[in-house]
């Protein structure tokens, strides 16, 4: 099959099943069977359809037509880094990288993609909006995560939200004044709607060609959320929930808009690649109009960008764009633009810090729990977290190394922080919302060393299983009614396919598998990746260390806190025995997927699975070698096949099964083994609990910050509002009235009325003499009709004799 006419027609198939699945719901969902249990049917039919779809574009398309890039080897010698190291500490290390990378990672070209139009929205001017696609090896990549994680969802919560097919429904977290439960019609097709629209929204961003098009999806999926963290409405937590998410969201997104409005003021075009125009003319799209083939695809502002900071800077705006660009071959040329670059990169990854839930915009995604456990898989794993990672990876080309040290350091904080956060929680879905934060912080300060393909591995392998370990837990509340581990315990007897798939889940996410070797599970491939990426990084940064060490504590508290959660769930003595009794395997429409995902979680990062070189095709033009930065002329971002050698994986590997061992040798002691009390842990570090426990008091910080001064604006304004404005609106409202009786007085009761009155009384007097005119007596009425004709023929006659002229 031809991939240029197959693959566009195969996912644009892919992307509309849901879409249909959604308006059928919409219009006939609640006839479809018994209170719409047909919904979550055809719902799930729709995105099996999709999984189909996008799995024949995999396998049946793109593979056979795409060879896998040669495996890299670590040719470079331990010498060669080494000696990198060293050179970089003095002043000509700029000349021995670029040598360096010049003999051994010449830049990369554009990867094999496919770009066009669907459909013209219209034309402004220069701006084109358009729907179209851009597809490489990542965009089926993530069609094929996407579905199959979105497939098994959809299944587990046919099982899961059975209750709202129940008639009436009775929601016992929320009591009305009289005392007793809410009672409401079930929402079982809704649920379904919403999950429908929400994927077609993800695999639209997915598929997007252009940013116009990307940023419409990006806000279609935050309203998705908005719905599905809030499918509980009526509940005060799910309602408070769902507007933090979006709002939270909407602030990250502006952020957004402004590096889109940077992009498209300097370049001129939001079209990712390169298309043919209705004239059989290649016009560029961002990627090469950034990365130039001239520049041997280094990062070089564009013209168009480098006249618009001077305008910016000189504030001259007569300056036309191109006025002030400096020729192709001008040395200074890479230099100029950097500032404007700068500002549309860190513009751009200000969407994904909102909609990622990066620091300090990560506050929103625990809070997400409130939602139903299908969707917070589906959010944490494949959906609406992954977008912000993902559209880091597509931007990936326009970032320069200044802005990739940003998007670093707020990964690095953001795994940090969230990862303390889980040590604390005690709510089992919160643990895992703070694992989420923690391992996108992972993604992020990957992709913001230069490991591009490190981060989007972990995106996919993370993906597999985090949905698991959701869905597990969610087998678990469905089981003892709570979502808080202190009332669990020894579940293990009683769930035994939910303990083991959730064991797997957690030895995934540490990173589990023998050090130095290729046996591990998936996640011990990708986060090793990130690992060694690091090392690298600091190899050539040495003033970034923090960025290095701070990867490998996180895979120590992720270890710990994550069988800290399993312990407390599976292992031990039951702490409720009421719950424990009536605890049970959960049906096998829930444990089904548990199965599947485990499959996936065990085995998605091995070899012959060939991910990790499926990514390794997808590569962003340009992206190979490693780089300088302009504005930090100090700063490198290495090329990420340095990571392979055994100078850097052998102590990076050892350092991160080191840790994550540790991890979860100080779990077994505290929690199984119970040779250290935790009770007694607690009270001894109470401060230090404290202060984790409220999640470093981030949620007070923005009240104080930003929630008291609003509503202490909103109170003044309401309080000038009501004495000020109100006063003077009272005021002249009194001075009218006061005035309208001044004129009625005077005016209207003197001379309107008068007049009126005055009118009247004289026609009522009028009427009144008239009226003594009927006698009654016939001889007197004779006489006035004689009497009235010879007046008017003696008055006819003047007229004619006086006024009338002769002729």
Same mark, same amino acid.
């Given at each position: 099959?031809d991939p240029?006419?197959?693959l566009p027609?195969?996912?644009?198939?892919?992307?509309?099943?849901?879409?249909?699945?959604?308006?059928?719901?919409?219009?006939?969902?609640?006839y479809?069977g018994?209170?719409?249990?047909?919904?979550?049917?055809l719902?799930?039919?729709?995105?099996?359809?999709?999984?189909?779809?996008?799995?024949?574009?995999?396998?049946?398309v793109?593979?056979?037509?795409?060879?896998?890039?040669?495996?890299?080897?670590?040719?470079?010698?331990?010498?060669?880094?080494a000696?990198a190291t060293?050179?970089?500490?003095?002043?000509?290390?700029h000349h021995?990288?670029?040598?360096?990378?010049?003999?051994?990672?010449a830049n990369?070209?554009?990867?094999?993609?496919?770009?066009?139009?669907w459909?013209?929205?219209?034309?402004?001017?220069?701006?084109?909006?358009?729907i179209?696609?851009?597809?490489?090896s990542?965009?089926?990549?993530?069609?094929?995560?996407?579905?199959?994680i979105?497939s098994?969802?959809?299944?587990?919560?046919?099982?899961?939200?059975?209750?709202e097919?129940?008639e009436?429904?009775?929601?016992?977290e929320?009591t009305?004044?009289?005392?007793?439960?809410?009672?409401?019609?079930?929402?079982?097709?809704r649920?379904?709607?919403?999950?429908?629209l929400?994927?077609?929204?993800?695999?639209?961003i997915?598929i997007?060609?252009?940013?116009?098009?990307?940023?419409?999806?990006?806000?279609?999926?935050?309203?998705?959320?908005?719905?599905?963290?809030?499918f509980y409405i009526?509940?005060?937590?799910?309602?408070?929930?769902?507007?933090?998410?979006?709002?939270?969201?909407?602030?990250?997104?502006?952020?957004?808009?402004?590096?889109?409005?940077?992009?498209?003021?300097s370049?001129?075009?939001?079209?990712?690649g390169?298309m043919?125009?209705?004239?059989?003319?290649v016009e560029?799209?961002?990627?090469?109009?950034?990365?130039?083939?001239?520049?041997?695809y280094?990062?070089?502002p564009?013209?168009?960008?480098i006249?618009?900071?001077?305008?910016?800077?000189?504030?001259?705006p007569?300056?036309?764009?191109?006025?002030?660009?400096?020729?192709?071959?001008?040395?200074?040329?890479?230099?100029?633009g950097?500032?404007?670059?700068?500002?549309?990169?860190v513009?751009?990854?200000?969407?994904?810090?909102?909609?990622?839930?990066?620091?300090p915009l990560h506050?929103w995604?625990?809070?997400?729990?409130?939602?139903?456990?299908p969707?917070?898989?589906?959010v944490?794993?494949a959906?609406?977290?992954?977008?912000g990672?993902?559209?880091?990876?597509?931007?990936?080309?326009?970032?320069s190394?200044?802005a990739?040290?940003?998007i670093?350091?707020?990964?690095?904080v953001?795994?940090?922080?969230?990862?303390?956060?889980a040590?604390?929680?005690?709510?089992?879905?919160?643990?895992?919302?703070?694992?989420?934060?923690?391992?996108?912080?992972?993604m992020?300060l990957?992709l913001?060393?230069?490991?591009w393909?490190?981060?989007?591995?972990?995106?996919?392998?993370?993906?597999?299983?985090?949905?698991?370990?959701?869905?597990?837990?969610?087998?678990?509340i469905?089981?003892?009614?709570?979502?808080?581990m202190?009332f669990?315990?020894?579940l293990?007897?009683?769930?035994?396919?939910?303990?083991?798939?959730?064991?797997?889940?957690?030895?995934?996410?540490?990173?589990a598998g023998?050090p130095l070797?290729?046996?591990?599970?998936?996640?011990?491939?990708?986060?090793?990746?990130?690992?060694?990426q690091?090392?690298?990084?600091?190899?050539?940064?040495?003033q970034?260390?923090?960025?290095?060490?701070?990867?490998?504590?996180?895979a120590f508290?992720?270890?710990?806190?994550?069988?800290?959660?399993?312990?407390?769930t599976?292992?031990g003595?039951?702490r409720?025995?009421?719950r424990?009794?009536?605890?049970h395997?959960?049906?096998r429409?829930?444990?089904?997927?548990?199965v599947?995902?485990?499959?996936f979680?065990l085995?998605i990062?091995w070899?012959?699975?060939?991910?990790? /070189?499926?990514?390794?095709?997808?590569?962003? +033009?340009? %992206?190979? #070698? !490693?780089?300088?930065?302009? @504005?930090?002329?100090? &700063?490198?971002?290495p090329s990420e096949?340095?990571?392979?050698?055994?100078?850097?994986?052998?102590?990076?590997?050892?350092?991160?099964?080191?840790?994550?061992?540790?991890?979860?040798l100080?779990?077994?002691?505290?929690?199984?083994?119970r040779?250290?009390?935790?009770?007694?842990?607690?009270?001894?570090?109470?401060?230090l609990?404290?202060?984790?426990?409220?999640k470093?008091y981030?949620?007070?910080?923005?009240?104080?910050?930003?929630?008291?001064?609003?509503?202490?604006?909103s109170?003044?304004?309401?309080?000038?509002?009501?004495?000020?404005?109100?006063?003077?609106?009272?005021?002249?409202?009194?001075?009218?009235?006061?005035?309208?009786?001044?004129?009625?007085a005077?005016? /209207?009761?003197?001379?309107?009325?008068g007049? +009126?009155? %005055?009118? #009247? !009384?004289?026609?009522?007097? @009028?009427?009144?003499? &008239?009226?003594?005119?009927?006698?009654?007596?016939?001889r007197?009425y004779?006489?006035f009709?004689?009497?009235?004709?010879?007046?008017?023929?003696v008055?006819?006659?003047?007229?004619q004799?006086?006024?009338?002229?002769?002729?």
């Amino acid at each position: 099959m031809d991939p240029t006419t197959t693959l566009p027609v195969l996912l644009m198939a892919a992307w509309l099943v849901p879409l249909a699945s959604f308006v059928l719901i919409v219009l006939f969902g609640k006839y479809m069977g018994p209170r719409g249990i047909g919904a979550g049917y055809l719902s799930v039919l729709a995105i099996v359809t999709s999984a189909v779809f996008s799995l024949i574009a995999m396998f049946g398309v793109w593979l056979p037509n795409h060879d896998f890039p040669t495996a890299h080897e670590p040719e470079h010698g331990d010498e060669a880094v080494a000696s990198a190291t060293v050179e970089h500490s003095d002043a000509n290390e700029h000349h021995a990288a670029d040598e360096h990378d010049t003999a051994h990672h010449a830049n990369n070209d554009h990867p094999d993609y496919y770009a066009g139009d669907w459909y013209s929205l219209g034309e402004f001017g220069d701006l084109k909006l358009t729907i179209g696609y851009y597809i490489d090896s990542l965009t089926v990549a993530m069609f094929c995560m996407v579905s199959v994680i979105a497939s098994c969802v959809h299944i587990y919560a046919l099982g899961y939200m059975h209750d709202e097919l129940h008639e009436p429904y009775v929601d016992h977290e929320v009591t009305l004044s009289s005392g007793e439960h809410l009672r409401r019609k079930g929402r079982f097709y809704r649920f379904f709607q919403y999950l429908s629209l929400f994927c077609f929204s993800m695999f639209g961003i997915v598929i997007a060609g252009n940013v116009a098009m990307v940023f419409v999806f990006w806000e279609l999926v935050g309203i998705c959320s908005y719905f599905l963290i809030g499918f509980y409405i009526e509940r005060h937590s799910a309602s408070t929930a769902a507007n933090k998410a979006f709002i939270v969201n909407r602030v990250g997104d502006f952020g957004m808009l402004i590096g889109m409005m940077a992009l498209w003021a300097s370049v001129g075009t939001f079209a990712f690649g390169d298309m043919k125009n209705d004239a059989g003319e290649v016009e560029q799209g961002l990627f090469s109009l950034l990365r130039p083939e001239e520049n041997e695809y280094h990062l070089a502002p564009p013209a168009g960008m480098i006249a618009e900071q001077e305008r910016m800077i000189e504030g001259d705006p007569n300056s036309a764009p191109g006025e002030a660009a400096s020729a192709a071959g001008d040395e200074k040329r890479n230099t100029q633009g950097q500032w404007l670059l700068f500002i549309a990169g860190v513009g751009i990854f200000c969407g994904c810090v909102g909609k990622s839930a990066q620091f300090p915009l990560h506050v929103w995604l625990p809070d997400a729990m409130e939602g139903p456990t299908p969707v917070s898989a589906l959010v944490h794993s494949a959906t609406m977290v992954a977008a912000g990672v993902y559209l880091v990876g597509r931007f990936y080309p326009c970032f320069s190394p200044e802005a990739l040290l940003v998007i670093a350091y707020i990964g690095c904080v953001t795994l940090f922080v969230a990862a303390t956060i889980a040590i604390t929680a005690t709510d089992i879905k919160r643990v895992l919302a703070y694992s989420t934060v923690s391992q996108l912080g992972y993604m992020m300060l990957s992709l913001g060393l230069g490991g591009w393909v490190a981060g989007m591995f972990h995106l996919i392998t993370h993906a597999f299983f985090k949905g698991l370990l959701f869905m597990c837990s969610g087998s678990v509340i469905h089981a003892v009614h709570t979502n808080d581990m202190t009332f669990m315990g020894g579940l293990r007897k009683k769930m035994p396919i939910t303990a083991y798939t959730m064991l797997i889940g957690c030895l995934a996410i540490i990173g589990a598998g023998f050090p130095l070797s290729s046996y591990g599970l998936s996640g011990y491939y990708s986060k090793d990746a990130i690992i060694e990426q690091a090392w690298s990084f600091a190899s050539v940064n040495p003033q970034h260390a923090i960025l290095k060490w701070a990867p490998v504590g996180g895979a120590f508290i992720t270890a710990f806190y994550m069988f800290r959660l399993w312990y407390l769930t599976f292992a031990g003595k039951p702490r409720d025995e009421h719950r424990y009794d009536h605890a049970h395997e959960s049906p096998r429409v829930m444990t089904g997927p548990l199965v599947v995902l485990a499959f996936f979680a065990l085995g998605i990062g091995w070899p012959i699975f060939h991910v990790n /070189d499926l990514l390794e095709q997808g590569r962003p +033009v340009g %992206t190979l #070698a !490693s780089t300088q930065g302009e @504005l930090l002329t100090g &700063l490198t971002i290495p090329s990420e096949h340095d990571s392979h050698v055994p100078i850097i994986k052998t102590p990076a590997g050892i350092a991160a099964f080191s840790t994550a061992a540790a991890g979860v040798l100080l779990a077994s002691i505290i929690y199984l083994w119970r040779l250290l009390n935790p009770d007694e842990l607690k009270e001894s570090f109470k401060p230090l609990w404290a202060f984790l426990w409220n999640k470093w008091y981030f949620d007070e910080l923005y009240d104080y910050l930003f929630v008291k001064p609003t509503l202490f604006i909103s109170n003044c304004a309401s309080w000038f509002d009501r004495n000020i404005i109100d006063s003077i609106l009272h005021t002249a409202a009194a001075i009218c009235k006061a005035c309208s009786k001044v004129v009625d007085a005077l005016f /209207d009761q003197t001379v309107v009325d008068g007049t +009126v009155n %005055t009118f #009247a !009384s004289g026609t009522w007097n @009028l009427g009144l003499w &008239l009226r003594k005119l009927q006698t009654g007596n016939l001889r007197q009425y004779v006489m006035f009709i004689v009497i009235g004709t010879v007046a008017l023929f003696v008055t006819i006659s003047i007229v004619q004799a006086y006024f009338i002229p002769t002729s």
